[in-house]
């Protein structure tokens, strides 16, 4: 159900677990990467354990698991979703249509096979979790620490929607009060201190792993790296321009009108969660899955009841089964067939050919664009820059940044050039260090397709 790999990030992700595997230890420095060796840069490596996952799927079962893998995961998403609102979809068909209309294409984006196809089951579990816990009290609360250390061990980064959810769950329960039609509901002080400690083991929890703190820290520390931001696709804020991004943005309008038109009193946490995941979604891309999932705890409860009784409502209403099963099948469909067949997981951006002249330069000191690092990772070269854009953040990243982005400063680039000793440039025809090459007419071309 993929669209395809982002940046090739799926072919270093499975090199790293086989690393991992063959010299059984975890890498917190640049594998893979000779500028990082040589600027004895950290790498906080926080999904090796997804990677071990993804390589043992991809080393015994090849392409075809790893297919499946991304198609179970679609599936699991869209059964999970649809069982957990069954009763708000039966009586919303419109609304709950916009929903399952969008969700094939956040699919397409983002269910690839990367440790985040983890993530998006871990995080559907935890906010599961914690509206059943606000409820009525129950056991399960304690497996969201247990949660907590799988997620910090297989997505790092990502298990901070782990905390960040147990924290607006906390606000919101923590005492009675009420803001015109949002209501703030207590829990009771025995319970609220039990969640309370769960935050405190989840975080914990997530900590436990080889890279300790720095798998919560080092998160901030990216978001926070205006030009990585700007540079990595899928961390970039989403451009309403491009049709993905503005299908994805869809359903923040719908649940806006939900809100605002229901006559319902709004829980403290469902409106904190629906503005934190919007924030982050607005603030990068990446987060528009999640945001999806989140959804399906707050957006069809406040659906608007003017519709409700409506003839068109009515008439749908006979045929809510059959266009259920349309919407479904229509979901996997066009997920299924934007991933085409289990041979595009390892899309290439190197011809055979331009593989072959890179053996041949056996370069020790290559410069590559940003996308072709993980291929060549892949196929066993060292790099100068990968998809591991946080280990790079700094003194390198800045530096490729100035490459990539800011020619206009000759001897700025000249310096850059000459600090790093590049024996070889590894360049994609548009990108604006290719062509200031071409006008020094210092280097030769030595292949190009």
């Known amino acids: 159900m993929s669209g395809g790999i982002i940046s090739n990030d799926f072919l270093w992700h499975v090199k790293v677990g086989e690393w991992i595997v063959e010299n059984f230890k975890v890498p917190t420095y640049g594998v893979f990467s000779w500028v990082a060796q040589e600027f004895d840069l950290y790498w906080t490596s926080h999904e090796w354990l997804g990677e071990v996952i993804l390589y043992l799927i991809d080393h015994f079962t090849g392409d075809i698991g790893v297919w ?14 649809a069982k957990h609102n069954k009763d708000y979809i039966a009586k919303n068909i419109i609304f709950s249509s916009v929903f399952f209309i969008t969700l094939p294409v956040v699919l397409k984006v983002f269910t690839i096979p990367r440790p985040q196809l983890f993530s998006s089951l871990f995080f559907f579990a935890v906010l599961a979790i914690l509206y059943t816990y606000v409820e009525r009290d129950t056991k399960w609360i ?8 799988l997620w910090g061990n297989i997505h790092g980064g990502m298990a901070t929607l782990c905390y960040i959810s147990l924290f607006v769950f906390l606000i919101a329960t923590f005492k009675d009060f009420s803001i015109g039609r949002v209501h703030c509901e207590s829990i009771g002080k025995k319970r609220w201190l039990k969640l309370l400690l769960v935050t405190v083991l989840s975080i914990v929890a997530i900590c436990l792993n080889p890279n300790g703190i720095k798998t919560i820290s080092f998160v901030f520390s990216h978001m926070g790296d205006a030009r990585v931001m700007a540079t990595v696709t899928e961390w970039a804020a989403p451009d309403i321009k491009q049709l993905n991004s503005l299908v994805c943005a869809i359903p923040i309008g719908f649940c806006c009108i939900s809100l605002i038109s229901t006559k319902k009193n709004i829980k403290a946490y469902d409106l904190m969660m629906f503005v934190v995941m919007a924030f982050l979604f607005l603030r990068s891309a990446r987060f528009s899955y999640y945001f999806t999932i989140s959804m399906a705890f707050y957006y069809f409860k406040y659906m608007p009841e003017f519709l409700y009784d409506s003839k068109i409502v009515k008439s749908l209403k006979n045929v809510y089964m059959p266009l259920s099963m349309v919407l479904l099948v229509a979901t996997l469909g066009v997920g299924a067939m934007t991933f085409g067949s289990a041979s595009k997981i390892k899309d290439r951006v190197l011809s055979n050919e331009a593989l072959q002249k890179v053996e041949e330069l056996s370069a020790e000191r290559a410069y ?4 072709l690092g993980g291929e060549l990772i892949y196929y066993g070269h060292d790099v100068f820059m990968d998809g591991r854009a946080d280990m790079y953040q700094g003194e390198v990243f800045n530096d490729y940044y100035s490459l990539t982005k800011s020619l206009n400063d000759y001897q700025k680039t ?3 050039i000459e600090k790093y000793q590049f024996d070889a440039f590894l360049c994609i025809p548009d990108e604006p260090l290719n062509m200031y090459l071409e006008m020094t007419g210092d280097y030769e071309e030595y292949y190009k397709d």
């Open 68 to 81: 499946v893998l991304c198609m179970i995961s679609g599936i699991v998403t869209i059964f999970l979703i």
């Open 142 to 149: 304690w497996a969201i620490p247990v949660i907590s250390l």
């Open 368 to 371: 590559n664009f940003y996308d």
């Open 414 to 416: 000249k310096d850059i």
